[in-house]
Nanobody, 117 residues
């Protein structure tokens, strides 16, 4: 199983960015892909998730600016981020787990998103 994260990079405050998480070798029929963010010295925080059926979950504070979507044919999940703020700076990860499981066994490599003020 491999998760490849792409799309990070430097962005100015107020700008937008779309991250991609491409999954290969998915062993689960019913699964959840999630996006997480880690800032220096902090744990990884959940931002949004989407299931294979398209059910979405957002952390309430992210709902207004972030959108999670998927392209099943491309085995890719996206995180569109709008109106980025300096506090959005961090390393963004995606993960994959079976629906109903607490622990996600598979993670992507992370991508840096610095937001300049």
């Amino acid at each position: 199983v491999q998760l490849v994260v792409s799309g990070g990079g430097l962005v100015q405050a107020g700008g937008s960015l779309t991250l991609s998480c491409t999954v290969s070798g998915n062993p689960f029929d019913w699964y959840v892909v999630g996006w997480y963010r880690q800032t220096p010295g902090q744990q990884r925080d959940k931002l949004a998730t989407i299931t294979n059926a398209g059910t979405r979950f957002y952390v309430p504070s992210m709902m207004r600016r972030f959108t999670i979507s998927r392209d099943n044919a491309a085995n890719t999940v996206y995180l569109q981020m709008n109106d980025l703020k300096p506090e959005d700076t961090g390393v963004y990860y995606c993960n994959l787990k079976r629906v109903g499981e607490v622990i996600a066994p598979y993670w992507g490599q992370g991508t840096q998103v610095p937001v300049s003020s």
